[in-house]
């Protein structure tokens, strides 16, 4: 992995007569200094991306583990090298990925059904009680972005 900072993990799924079960993330396995604050649950629809965005102070925590996802990465922080990468993640390959400020971020749902995604990230949306700036820098209405999926 050449962006630094940019941590994945793979998860196992267990599987018996009930059902399945995947443990998204452990305090014990944490990327150091990564503490996540809150958490959400979304669903993406086939053919549709969300990003290219970037933050300015907050590092997600990105569990994929289902449905098929293309997930894209590039490096935007001074004083690195400029870096794209394009990741296959979800049900055939459930990561947990921490992607760090400054690493411009997207993934789509090139699969044929609705897929959900686990973000944990360490800051709050919109800070305590949603009453600051939220932490996001927006590349996907940007017609001259380098940021494309």
Do not use: C
Not at 45 to 71: C, M, N, S
Not at 115 to 138: H, M, Q, S, T
């Amino acid at each position: 992995m050449a962006l630094r900072g940019v941590e994945f993990k793979s998860l196992r799924r267990h599987e018996d007569a009930r059902g399945w079960l995947v443990e998204l993330y452990r305090d014990d396995e944490l990327p150091e200094g990564f503490h996540p604050t809150m958490g959400y649950f979304s669903s993406t629809k086939p053919g549709v991306a969300r990003g290219p965005h970037e933050h300015v102070d907050q590092t997600d925590g990105f569990i994929f583990f289902d449905g098929e996802y293309e997930l894209h990465l590039w490096e935007n922080r001074e004083g690195e090298p400029e870096h794209y990468e394009i990741f296959k993640v979800g049900k055939e390959n459930p990561v947990f990925v921490t992607v760090p400020p400054g690493v411009v971020h997207a993934y789509r749902n090139v699969g044929t059904s609705d897929a959900f995604v686990i973000n944990v990230p360490d800051r709050l949306y919109a800070g305590w009680g949603k009453k600051e700036p939220v932490d996001e820098i927006r590349h996907e209405n940007d017609e001259n972005s380098r940021f494309k999926l």
